[in-house]
């Protein structure tokens, strides 16, 4: 399961994101990736 599924489709979101990305990926793939599937684990049991 991506992040992308979370995020806005278009243009300027992806340009954004990717900029975002870029700028922080290394934070957050060692902090927040674990936060956003706990949530996005959450999420899904909920929902389901």
Same mark, same amino acid.
């Given at each position: 399961?991506?992040?992308?599924?979370? !995020?806005?489709?278009?243009?300027?979101? &992806? /340009? &954004? %994101?990717?900029? &975002? /990305?870029? =700028?922080?990926? =290394?934070?957050? %793939? =060692?902090?927040?990736? %674990? /936060? %956003?599937?706990? /949530?996005?684990?959450? !999420?899904?049991?909920? &929902?389901?």
């Amino acid at each position: 399961m991506s992040l992308e599924a979370y !995020l806005p489709y278009g243009p300027i979101s &992806v /340009a &954004v %994101w990717s900029q &975002v /990305a870029e =700028r922080q990926s =290394r934070i957050f %793939w =060692r902090r927040d990736c %674990w /936060a %956003w599937m706990d /949530a996005a684990s959450g !999420l899904m049991g909920s &929902v389901t």
